[in-house]
């Protein structure tokens, strides 16, 4: 069909590609050297108890505000660093901070926070990974079993026998795993039966509808009870609005993570908010 356009067509699509092709490599110049100057930061969502409105955790995400194009989110960038080894250190460097961060909260005498860190497939696929994250949380002294990684069905389903392996290792040093999104991949529930996950996490794009959208509802009913027959806790992601919470809360889900509380907040903020919810007075979320 190309052909059939003529040269011109033909040039300018290629064109286009490289057009692309640079953009991308002009993108993981940028990251690499951001990660290099320190310019990323993680920022902390909180994850609240729906039964008594506590913060109990908090979701660590990454954050890049470059010089000129501004804030470039992650669903843009982390796809990209999974192209290189450049996700290998970017996950570490999250990693690392989140449980140093997590350390200076418990010596500050602020009360145990569960703090979930994203690993995406291109972690898993590394062959040092476990030995890797127990480094971390040894020399961090941050107490395993207060973190918790997230992992989509793309990661575990990649190289299930990999997967269970890792998991098995992960979670023999303490550490707590979820499975992210779900719903939005591919895993059979055979191999859910299998994986060691401690939690649940309703991805949000079937949140969004509750508690009009009768499919919405019926997939979130199922989802948390299957979830508490496997001995999980249910988390629903993406919870914006009180009708959500409450049709949640209707189904025993145990815990969520919203807008309706707060967007991914930096440290500093995130701990203003925990304190104004020990305060009593004012439950923020
Ligand atoms: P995720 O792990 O599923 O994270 C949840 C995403 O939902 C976050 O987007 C969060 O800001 C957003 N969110 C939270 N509450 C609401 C809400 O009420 N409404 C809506 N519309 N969105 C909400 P974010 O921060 O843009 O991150 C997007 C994805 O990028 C994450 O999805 C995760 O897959 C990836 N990511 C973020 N940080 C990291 C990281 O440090 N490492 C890795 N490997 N991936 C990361
Ligand atoms: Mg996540
Ligand atoms: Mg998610
Ligand atoms: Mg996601």
């Not at 990209?80 to 999250?94: C, F, M, R």
């Given at each position: 069909k190309a052909k059939s356009l003529g040269r011109g067509s033909f040039s300018y699509y290629s064109n286009d590609l490289s057009k692309r092709a640079a953009e991308r490599l002009d993108m993981?110049?940028?990251?690499?050297?951001?990660?290099?100057?320190?310019?990323?930061?993680?920022?902390?969502?909180?994850?609240?108890?729906?039964?008594?409105?506590?913060?109990?955790?908090?979701?660590?995400?990454v954050r890049w505000h470059d010089?000129?194009?501004?804030?470039?989110?992650?669903?843009?960038?982390?796809?990209?660093?999974?192209?290189?080894?450049?996700?290998?250190?970017?996950?570490?460097?999250?990693?690392?901070?989140?449980?140093?961060?997590?350390?200076a909260w418990?010596?500050?005498?602020?009360?145990e926070l569960q703090l979930a860190v994203n690993l995406s497939p291109g972690q898993?696929?590394?062959?040092?990974?476990?030995t890797r994250i127990a480094e971390i949380v040894n020399r961090t002294g941050y107490p395993a079993r207060l973190l918790e990684l997230e992992l989509t069905?793309?990661?575990?389903?990649?190289?299930?026998?990999?997967?269970?392996?890792?998991?098995?290792?992960?979670?023999?040093?303490?550490?707590?795993?979820?499975?992210?999104?779900?719903?939005?991949?591919?895993?059979?529930?055979?191999?859910?039966?299998r994986f060691p996950l401690s939690v649940l996490k309703?991805?949000?794009?079937?949140?969004?509808?509750?508690?009009?959208?009768?499919?919405?509802?019926a997939i979130s009913r199922t989802v948390v009870a299957m979830g508490h027959s496997l001995g999980m806790s249910v988390l629903a992601e993406g919870v914006e609005t009180e009708q959500q919470l409450k049709y949640l809360q209707g189904l025993g889900c145990d815990i969520y993570q919203g807008f309706l509380c707060s967007p991914a907040l930096p440290e500093q903020s995130f701990i203003e908010l925990l304190r104004a919810g020990e305060n009593g007075a004012n439950q923020p979320c």
């Open positions: 993981e110049v940028r990251l690499r050297r951001a990660m290099q100057q320190g310019l990323l930061e993680v920022h902390y969502q909180p994850q609240v108890e729906i039964t008594t409105g506590q913060i109990i955790g908090a979701e660590a995400l010089e000129e194009r501004g804030y470039i989110p992650p669903d843009q960038f982390i796809p990209l660093a999974e192209q290189s080894e450049l996700i290998v250190k970017l996950g570490d460097w999250v990693l690392e901070q989140v449980c140093r961060q997590g350390k418990l010596d500050q005498g602020y009360p898993m696929r590394s062959n040092d990974l476990v069905e793309g990661a575990l389903m990649h190289d299930p026998e990999v997967a269970t392996q890792r998991l098995t290792e992960l979670r023999e040093l303490g550490i707590c795993l979820a499975l992210d999104d779900f719903g939005t991949g591919y895993s059979s529930l055979a191999y859910l039966k309703i991805d949000k794009s079937f949140v969004r509808g509750l508690p009009v959208d009768s499919d919405d509802c």
